[in-house]
């Protein structure tokens, strides 16, 4: 064997040690970064003898981008409900048909028929929370049930007010403040809710994600934010407290479907049935800190969230959630628009 | 004034030099501190411990995305600086002739392009030849981080294979040596530095890359920059901290061992 041949075959061998090997049991999960606990995983796996593997993706676009052509090799994604809809348009999951499956009498029943996916034929929930208004009360101490705080900052708070910079919920909440209906195209409503983002600017200290350890030192003194968020924060400094704003606020659910280009669709269909356990959804709950839609799950719940107000929404308050809607293209253009404005 | 004038000490020359090392160096200082952080905080202090190095070895995904950068890293690495070594071969050895430029631009092409673009187009292209072949395996990565790591080791070999004598090649070639003897006897052992060199940079550029492992990436391939960034939207721990640092470590120890080894050299 010359030396040709041979570095022929160290190369072939090479490349061949890399391809993964397809066992019988395995599931490939694309999900959000730091978002699977690894305890339920675990439990997973050895009830059903699968190897799991976790790959992460950092926003619902980029998710989506990577799924639309395909070949990708993963069998569940984690979409957001606002996107559902486009993946279900767009023929990339298969009829998976949870609303059949044995767990799902645990589904909460405000959650077994939602409006992303009528009669839950293709996803399970994952999460779900709110979207609200973050106050440290050392700093403030008055009403903060409003997003008024975000745009029509007190005194005390000016200069120290945060927002988290997803653009539509900074839109869905100028609306609602202003009065206005979800995904409106009303350019009278729209125009108010331009002139009140680019007054409300200047009492702002910064448009930033990382709100957990910023709010828990206090360079920021209140935030609009994610509830989830919100009980970590208070976890860290019990001043802080977490506020369903009168005007409306907004619901989001991050959803668990079956890809249609699935190669392992048994194990994916266990893995949706799996999670809908009281338990299991408990264990999820316990690791991302958002609530789950399953019935039963609270007794598993850790103590600091059994009764949380960040996670048990006030009766009071209910009534005022509202779940966040992909708005149609063009509307969606002129919410970039204002948005671009307010960038600048 | 001009009787001392000194090439070497211009007026605001330190001040602009040390400024930029402050920039440089500074943040990669508190980032390495704070993985020491007995606190959950990356800005607040609560003491020194070295929890999240223990909580960083203990989480699976961690050490699964770490083999994997090595891996994926090391045959990069090795596979581009074979061919880099060849190219470089085939662009010096020769008398200049038309068409040698454009060699050089398309030697250097992933230098030039925007790297979101490659990601983009390798994300198409692949997915393409995954949905044909159905094979998604680590293949993929492999193929993408050596064709962008080519230039950062071609660079190296090229310059030392530029300064070499080629009066030994003649001498070896006048003794009746093959060409591959020639190579083996004479080019390959001066040239060893240069392609240490280029390793090195191909395994480090290979290690650092997010954005087109991130559109290439099929099930369960995170490597240690793309599980990075999945972390960053729900808040960031030291734990991050504590990989960064240990990550650095041994940069610098590769980057240490490589200068003693070329010095013993040349």
Redesign the interface.
Request: no cysteine; net charge negative; proline share 1%.
């Given at each position: 064997m010359n030396w040709k041949t041979t570095a022929t075959a160290m190369?072939l061998a090479?490349?061949a040690s890399?391809?993964?090997a397809r066992a019988e049991g395995v599931l490939?999960?694309?999900n959000?970064?730091?978002?699977t606990s690894?305890d339920v995983i675990k439990k997973f796996e050895d009830k059903y003898n699968i190897k799991v593997?976790?790959?992460?993706?950092?926003?619902n676009d980029?998710a989506l981008?990577?799924i639309r052509?395909?070949?990708?090799?993963?069998?569940i994604a984690v979409p957001s409900q606002t996107y559902v809809p486009i993946w279900i348009k767009e023929g990339l999951l298969l009829e998976t048909d949870p609303g059949k499956m044995e767990n799902f009498k645990n589904v909460a029943p405000e959650w077994a028929n939602p409006e992303f996916d009528p009669g839950r034929k293709y996803s399970v929930p994952w999460a779900w929370g709110t979207i609200g208004v973050v106050v440290n009360t050392d700093a403030y101490k008055g009403p903060a049930d409003t997003w008024g705080i975000v745009f029509n900052t007190p005194d005390e708070l000016k200069g120290k007010v945060n927002v988290v910079p997803e653009m539509n919920d900074v839109i869905f909440a100028a609306i609602k403040y202003v009065g206005g209906q979800q995904c409106t195209d009303d350019k009278a409503v729209l125009k108010k809710v331009r002139d009140l983002l680019v007054a409300a600017k200047p009492n702002w200290i910064a448009m930033e994600?990382?709100t957990?350890?910023?709010m828990?030192?206090g360079?920021f003194k209140a935030t609009s934010d994610w509830n989830g968020?919100a009980l970590?924060q208070r976890l860290?400094n019990a001043a802080i407290h977490y506020n369903y704003p009168k005007e409306g606020f907004g619901l989001w659910s991050d959803n668990v479907v079956v890809l249609k280009?699935a190669k392992n669709v048994e194990n994916a269909k266990l893995f949706q049935n799996f999670i809908m356990d009281p338990e299991n959804a408990a264990g999820l709950s316990a690791f991302?800190r958002y609530a789950n839609a399953i019935t039963g799950s609270d007794k598993y719940m850790p103590a600091d969230m059994k009764d949380a107000p960040e996670v048990v929404i006030p009766a009071d308050a209910k009534p005022k959630g509202e779940f966040q809607k992909m708005c149609a293209p063009e509307t969606q253009e002129l919410y970039t628009k204002i948005w671009t404005e307010l960038q600048k | 004034m001009a009787s001392n004038f000194s090439i070497k000490h211009q007026p605001g020359f330190t001040t602009i030099a040390a400024t930029c090392f402050i920039v440089l160096y500074l943040p990669i200082i508190v980032l390495v501190a704070y993985a020491f952080n007995a606190a959950s905080?990356?800005?607040?202090w609560g003491g020194f411990s070295l929890r999240w190095f223990q909580s960083a070895y203990q989480?699976?995904?961690v050490i699964d995305a770490t083999l994997r950068s090595f891996?994926i890293g090391a045959?990069a690495a090795v596979?581009s600086t074979i061919f880099a070594t060849m190219a470089a071969l085939a662009t010096t050895r020769t008398a200049s002739y038309p068409g040698l430029t454009f060699k050089y631009a398309a030697i250097n092409q992933p230098l030039m392009v925007p790297e979101i673009v490659t990601g983009v187009a390798l994300?198409?292209f692949?997915?393409?030849?995954?949905?044909f072949t159905g094979?998604?395996?680590?293949?993929y990565l492999?193929a993408a981080h050596t064709a962008f790591c080519i230039p950062f080791a071609y660079l190296p070999i090229r310059a030392r294979l530029e300064n070499m004598d080629l009066t030994l090649e003649r001498a070896a070639a006048d003794l009746y040596a093959t060409p591959w003897k020639t190579f083996r006897r004479i080019t390959l052992p001066l040239l060893w530095p240069g392609i240490l060199a280029g390793l090195m940079l191909a395994f480090v550029i290979s290690l650092d890359d997010v954005v087109i492992t991130?559109?290439v990436?099929?099930?369960?391939?995170?490597t240690l920059p793309?599980?990075m960034?999945?972390?960053?939207?729900?808040?960031?721990t030291p734990e991050i901290n504590a990989i960064s640092t240990a990550f650095l470590l041994l940069s610098v120890a590769i980057v240490t061992l490589f200068f003693f080894v070329s010095r013993k050299r040349d």
């Open positions: 190369g090479l490349l890399t391809g993964l490939n999960i694309y959000w970064g730091n978002y690894p593997t976790i790959t992460d993706y950092d926003s980029t981008a990577k052509q395909g070949g990708t090799g993963f069998d994600y990382n957990i350890e910023k828990g030192a360079d968020s970590r860290a280009e991302h | 905080s990356t800005s607040e989480n699976t995904q891996q045959i596979l994300l198409i692949f997915s393409r030849i995954k949905i094979y998604s395996g680590l293949g492999i991130e559109f990436k099929s099930g369960g391939q995170d793309t599980y960034l999945g972390q960053i939207r729900r808040g960031v």
